[in-house]
């Protein structure tokens, strides 16, 4: 029953490819990878249960509903009215969609020492071309989601970095959901190019604005050259009717620096697909992250970090506090070649859980082949410490605030290493507020 | 001040305390000594309301006001104070945010304003000098890493701070060096007052050569077996408890 389900949104998508093509409004080159896409997604489908990646997050819900997969926009938004989901109070850049469709009056974009602006008018300019040419749909893997996502993408951001550029201020991808059109299917499609020894700062968020549900499959794709620098943030808040499968990948050549915290703060269903692939020596991989999540939420990290070239380092640092119902899932996989002697592979997975109800399954998957190489990985799951909440509450603190000092104290080390002070404040911020406790400080 | 009456308390089911009277009056000093595993740092846990320990029987009264029924933040908020024989660590939050926040908590909880930045900042000065705490102390992590040394002054600076009308010191002297003692009880000596109280657990006499007692109690079993002043605690260093153990044989 479940099976035919299935299908039905499989055809579905793949009927209405065709059938609004035209819509697409692409060049004859990308058209002809469009197809391609919804060829593979015909042959390889959505996850199933039964794939080991997918074990413990199933999408069934999400494929039992219609989307509305070309949703027209018409009343802009009003800027003061979102203002709260920018990180307003620094300058940036900023690339901002609602419902997929581009939303000028709200972005700032720019063409001056870098490039940050949309897919769409970087796929009409020739200086372009070498570039899309090289890395779009190039450094995405194949897979169902993202096959359906090149198929269906419309629109994104466009971030080039030249050589020995640093991007001058801090860029926002922010995609907005109204629900205008009842149940919403998106799929933001971004492509981030980092040049030899550039440097950039993104932050990305998704944020429903309606009660309807929506479901985003977003793929970016990151290229970072030799020496370059990339710190990306992403804030997963979003409301109780919000889905987001998040797939990002990431490229870097010899010598780089490359990290992603993921704010995992909310959302009905939240998979985080981020690998990070490393093809020159001496590059690094950061990937952290804070789930804090209650009600029936469930947030899935499932991460890959591949080494394939000599003395390079990955850290993974993920804190989960799961309460009540939710349900975390982590499954941190490091793949070491044969080559990749002297890697040091760090990987750190620690969970609270919060409530009897709430569960998290954690997999660590270590494949080695190298001999010279230090990798460790370490799991816990456990409770808020009892002899701490006593020493607190010693002090006159009441247990939901020692509760709330626990939790911060326990994704503290996560927060330390936001380089953005602006962002720091504002997780800080959301995790009080979720917390419903005002502590009067930030740490 | 305190008074306990008839105290009785289980740790996971066994009776630890058996039976506890004590009355503390505002202005007095109380040692409370006993061997090993007698029952001092519980009655002090029992007092400060935590909830692993069960009262079975008894009464705590604060200020003519009956207790036992309270959390252990509420006891905390009307001037109940633990000076921990091992305090935790905790590591990720400071000794800075974490005084400010159990302050400005109990302003809350009377109703009060959140003390303005400037006069925190003052106040935590102040007691930090007295207690000769080094300002880049304050902003670690609280008791994460500290020596035996630094956390029992830690927990001195958290009572100045609080300046609470009831304070427990279980075994402070214990891990402090000879000037960190006398500066740590100098500190207790000036934040007495006739007022508050103060009640120490310790095994040795040393410490009460500097914070000296108007009464002195002996611990054993659960129960408070011999009590006099201060005395008691010289006979205690010169011959142990044996001597009790007999006089209790012989009644
Ligand atoms: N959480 C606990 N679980 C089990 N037993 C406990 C627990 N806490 C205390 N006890 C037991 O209760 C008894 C009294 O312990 P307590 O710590 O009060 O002794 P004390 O007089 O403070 O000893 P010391 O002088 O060594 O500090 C001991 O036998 C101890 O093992
Ligand atoms: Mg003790």
Redesign the interface.
């Known amino acids: 029953m479940n099976e035919l389900r299935f299908m039905d949104l499989k055809d579905k998508l793949i009927s209405s490819f065709y059938a609004y093509e035209d819509h697409l409004q692409v060049t004859d080159q990308v058209h002809d990878v469009k197809v391609q896409a919804i060829k593979d997604f015909e042959t390889l489908g959505f996850p199933k249960k039964k794939e080991e990646a997918w074990k413990y997050t199933s999408l069934n819900k999400l494929l039992k509903q219609d989307y509305n997969l070309f949703a027209q926009v018409e009343d802009a938004l009003d800027y003061k009215e979102v203002k709260k989901y920018f990180i307003h109070e620094i300058d940036t850049y900023t690339i901002v969609f609602v419902d997929g469709v581009y939303a000028s009056q709200l972005s700032s974009t720019t063409h001056d020492k870098i490039d940050a602006c949309l897919m769409s008018s970087a796929m009409e300019k020739d200086k372009y071309a070498d570039l899309l040419e090289k890395y779009f749909n190039k450094i995405a893997p194949k897979s169902g989601l993202n096959a359906l996502n090149t198929a269906f993408a419309r629109q994104g951001a466009f971030i080039n970095i030249p050589k020995n550029t640093v991007a001058d201020k801090p860029i926002q991808i922010i995609n907005f959901s109204t629900g205008k059109e009842n149940n919403l299917m998106i799929q933001p499609r971004n492509l981030i190019v980092v040049g030899e020894n550039a440097q950039v700062e993104i932050i990305e968020r998704h944020q429903s604005l309606t009660e309807n549900p929506v479901f985003t499959n977003s793929v970016t794709e990151i290229f970072v050259d030799k020496r370059g620098m990339l710190d990306f943030y992403k804030i997963q808040n979003d409301t109780h009717h919000a889905s987001l499968i998040d797939n990002t990948f990431i490229k870097q050549m010899a010598e780089t620096h490359c990290s992603v915290h993921t704010f995992s703060l909310g959302g009905a269903l939240t998979r985080n697909n981020l690998e990070f692939y490393q093809k020159g020596e001496h590059s690094n991989s950061i990937l952290k992250g804070v789930t804090l999540i209650e009600g029936k939420q469930h947030v899935d990290h499932n991460t890959l970090v591949h080494h394939t070239q000599p003395n390079c380092e990955s850290h993974q640092d993920y804190k989960g506090i799961y309460d009540e119902k939710s349900v975390g899932v982590f499954n941190g996989k490091v793949l070491v070649e044969k080559i990749a002697q002297k890697i040091n592979a760090y990987q750190s997975n620690n969970n609270i859980l919060a409530h009897d109800d709430a569960t998290i399954n954690s997999k660590p998957q270590l494949e080695i082949f190298a001999d010279d190489v230090a990798c460790s990985h370490g799991c816990t799951i456990g409770q808020l410490d009892e002899e701490a909440l006593f020493y607190l509450k010693s002090r006159g603190i009441p247990a939901k605030e020692a509760r709330a000092l626990l939790t911060y104290a326990f994704a503290n080390n996560v927060l330390e290493s936001v380089k953005i002070g602006a962002i720091k404040k504002r997780i800080n911020k959301l995790i009080a507020n979720k917390l419903n406790v005002n502590l009067g400080f930030d740490l | 001040m305190l008074k306990i009456k008839n105290l009785h308390a289980n740790v996971e089911g066994k009776e630890i305390l058996k039976g506890i009277n004590l009355e503390i009056k505002a202005g007095e000093v109380h040692a409370i000594m006993g061997p090993n595993g007698s029952g001092k740092s519980t009655l002090a846990s029992v007092i400060?309301?935590?909830?692993?320990y069960e009262q079975t029987e008894g009464e705590i009264i604060l200020e003519n006001e009956e207790i036992s029924e309270l959390?252990?933040?509420e006891?905390?908020?009307k001037g109940v104070?633990?000076s921990?024989q091992y305090?935790?660590e905790?590591?990720?939050?400071s000794v800075t945010?974490?005084?400010?926040?159990?302050?400005?908590?109990?302003r809350k909880?009377q109703g009060l304003e959140?003390m303005p930045a400037k006069d925190m900042l003052k106040k935590i000065k102040e007691k930090s000098e007295l207690l000769e705490i080094k300002r880049g102390f304050l902003s670690r992590?609280l008791n994460e890493g500290f020596s035996g040394g630094e956390k029992k002054r830690n927990e001195i600076f958290?009572m100045a701070m609080?300046e609470p009308k009831f304070a427990m010191l279980d075994e402070t002297d214990s891990g402090l060096d000879i000037d960190a003692l006398r500066i740590v009880s100098n500190g207790v000596n000036k934040l007495k007052t006739k007022d508050n109280a103060v009640m120490v657990i310790t095994h040795y006499q040393r410490l009460l050569n500097y914070i000296v007692p108007d009464f002195v109690h002996v611990l054993m079993d659960g129960k408070i077996v011999k009590s006099g002043g201060k005395e008691l605690a010289h006979k205690l260093e010169e011959h142990g408890y044996d001597w009790i153990k007999e006089e209790m044989k012989m009644a």
């Open positions: 400060a309301g935590k909830e692993e959390e252990a933040d006891r905390a908020r104070f633990l921990f305090p935790v905790i590591p990720g939050v945010n974490f005084i400010k926040t159990a302050i400005n908590e109990t909880a959140e992590s958290q609080l």
